[in-house]
Nanobody, 125 residues
């Protein structure tokens, strides 16, 4: 499995960005996909996840109502629409995938077998 994250950049507070995670190598719909973020000196933080098959979505409290995760099974891509961005959202965002992860582990980074490289998001005040 290969994951390619893109869409990061510099945006002013209050602005929006859409991240993409392109998936290849296996059957995309068999995989749950999540976004995590990390800043220097801090642990990796769960952002959002979307399950395989049922496409149920899950969010960290810090982004609920502002971020939306979605998947397009025809394009093998997961999106993270980020609105009302603030400087606290500044981080490197990475996508991860798993075909085996269970519901209780969706927010846990160690539950994902495959990771893409990060894409950097910087929100200026």
């Amino acid at each position: 499995v290969q994951l390619q994250a893109s869409g990061g950049g510099l945006v002013q507070a209050g602005g929006s960005l859409r991240l993409s995670c392109a998936f290849s190598g296996r059957t995309f719909r068999d995989y749950s996909v999540a976004w995590f973020r990390q800043t220097l000196g801090k642990e990796r933080e769960f952002v959002a996840a979307i399950r395989r098959s049922v496409s149920n979505t899950y969010y960290a409290d810090s982004v609920k109502g502002r971020f939306t995760i979605s998947r397009d099974n025809t394009k093998n891509t997961v999106y993270l629409q980020m609105n009302s961005l603030n400087p606290d959202d500044t981080a490197v965002y990475s996508c991860a995938a798993s075909s085996r992860i269970i519901l209780s582990n969706l927010r846990v980074s160690s539950g994902y077998e495959f990771w893409g490289q990060g894409t950097e998001v910087t929100v200026s005040s």
